[in-house]
Nanobody
Framework: QVQIKESGGGLVQPGGSLRLSCTTD????????MAWYRQAPGKQHELVAS???????TYADSVKGRFTISRNSAENTVYLQMDYLKPEDTAVYYC????????WGQGTQVTVSS
């Protein structure tokens, strides 16, 4: 069974930063188009950022200029650097290949509040 572990979430004040990490022993992340998603309470999952095998990135309009997705192939890890966080960024954040339609891991909680 595929297991992808997200970590790095926490409580942060508005304007603060967090770096989320996504690690797995099940797949080689550099061979997949990877993405970060989030789900706020009472809402659907939302695509936040994606990173193709070729290194191309895309971002939701709501996070452009504030979030950065990246990959460390040697560590088989995908990161999401989140800066200038806002209360509306509060959600559980998930990482997975874009082709894993029905898979959701445990996620990591991000809470932005003063």
């Amino acid at each position: 069974q595929v297991q992808i572990k997200e970590s790095g979430g926490g409580l942060v004040q508005p304007g603060g930063s967090l770096r989320l990490s996504c690690t797995t022993d099940a797949i080689t992340v550099s061979l997949h188009n990877m993405a970060w998603y989030r789900q706020a309470p009472g809402k659907q999952h939302e695509l936040v950022a994606s990173l193709t095998r070729d290194g191309e990135t895309t971002y939701a309009d709501s996070v452009k200029g504030r979030f950065t997705i990246s990959r460390n192939s040697a560590e088989n890890t995908v990161y999401l650097q989140m800066d200038y966080l806002k209360p509306e960024d509060t959600a559980v954040y998930y990482c997975k290949p874009t082709t894993f339609v029905n898979y959701w891991g445990q996620g990591t909680q991000v809470t932005v509040s003063s």
